[in-house]
T-cell receptor, first 115, second 114 residues
């Protein structure tokens, strides 16, 4: 069964500093990978997704992620964090083999932005 | 285009009761998935419906059930509520429920079981 690990439960970054959130996955085939963000009291919003092709994917709000098959990783990055980026971030793997849209999520990383 | 809507947003029930949550997908979307979010277990897949048929189911007891109507609206029901059922229940819709479809999430229903 697939699984997703987000090793950092909390991360604090100064506003304007760069950000990298880690995600490692376990999946038997080429995975479909996603990053979602959840603000307090809100549902999940898709930041970006990777299915195939270029391993560096661009998303909304200035986020990007890089798929590294050799490391089973899909880390999320942003060059300069804004206070409004404070939220919880979830990495997820989709079921590429079955074709279903079911997502398996990591436990999430809470991003705190300090002034 | 309106997003995914879930009603009610908040719900308080007592142990042993049952509850029904509702989800209206984005217009044109035929797939609806449900997830349970708790601090301990994180986000866990409950089930997915497409064209009124349950296509996929997560590892939850039979107390958790759902259905989908011809207009793609979906409901989930939890019978004989337990304290551990307290969670945020998220609904997500997508066009065809394929693995490459983007899933759009609603704001969730916060269920508290006392």
């Amino acid at each position: 069964a697939q699984s997703v690990t987000q090793p950092d439960i909390h991360i604090t970054v100064s506003e304007g500093a760069s950000l990298e959130l880690r995600c490692n996955y376990s999946y038997g085939a080429t995975p479909y990978l996603f990053w979602y963000v959840q603000s307090p009291g809100q549902g999940l919003q898709l930041l970006l997704k990777y299915f195939s092709g270029d391993t560096l994917v661009q998303g909304i709000k200035g986020f990007e992620a890089e798929f590294k098959r050799s490391q089973s990783s899909f880390n999320l990055r942003k060059p300069s964090v804004h206070w409004s980026d404070a939220a919880e971030y979830f990495c997820a793997v989709g079921e590429a083999v079955s074709g279903y849209s079911t997502l398996t999520f990591g436990k999430g990383t809470m991003l705190l932005v300090s002034p | 285009k309106a997003g995914v809507t879930q009603t009610p947003r908040y719900l308080i029930k007592t142990r042993g009761q049952q509850v029904t949550l509702s989800c209206s997908p984005i217009s044109g979307h035929r797939s609806v998935s449900w997830y349970q979010q708790t601090p301990g277990q994180g986000l866990q897949f409950l089930f997915e419906y497409f064209s009124e048929t349950q296509r996929n189911k997560g590892n939850f007891p039979g107390r958790f059930s759902g259905r989908q109507f011809s207009n793609s609206r979906s409901e989930m029901n939890v019978s004989t509520l337990e304290l551990g059922d307290s969670a945020l229940y998220l609904c997500a819709s997508s066009f065809l429920g394929q693995s490459t479809d983007t899933q759009y999430f609603g704001p969730g229903t916060r269920l508290t079981v006392l």
